[in-house]
């Protein structure tokens, strides 16, 4: 069984800054693309940042030289470095992964979420 867990939510001015990050543990053979999803309020969840295995990254257009999605393969964890928040920033974050474990396909994992707000 494999876990993902946020962390590093919370209130925070706008202009402000939060370093989100994801830990995956369990029974882990590799860990293939991650993710950052967030859902608004009354919102689609939409994809925030994606990073592939080899390192490769893709933002949404409205987060674009903002934030920042980084890895540490070694310790299974994915950031997101959220820099010059804006109001419209405040969503629970979501992780995700694409990860294979023994005996099964890849299959995609999620976490519970992390509340993050952007208020003054």
């Known amino acids: 069984q494999v876990q993902l867990e946020e962390s590093g939510g919370g209130l925070v001015q706008p202009g402000g800054s939060l370093r989100l990050s994801c830990v995956a543990s369990g029974s882990i053979l590799r860990i293939h693309d991650m993710a950052w999803y967030r859902q608004a309020p009354g919102k689609e969840r939409d994809l925030v940042a994606s990073i592939t295995g080899g390192g490769s990254t893709t933002y949404s257009e409205s987060v674009k030289g903002r934030f920042t999605i980084s890895r540490d393969n070694a310790k299974n964890l994915v950031y997101l470095q959220m820099d010059s928040l804006k109001s419209d920033d405040t969503a629970v974050y979501y992780c995700?992964?694409?990860?294979?474990?023994?005996?099964?396909?890849?299959?995609?994992?999620w976490g519970k979420g992390t509340l993050v707000t952007v208020s003054s």
């Open positions: 995700t992964s694409l990860i294979a474990s023994p005996q099964l396909p890849p299959l995609y994992y």
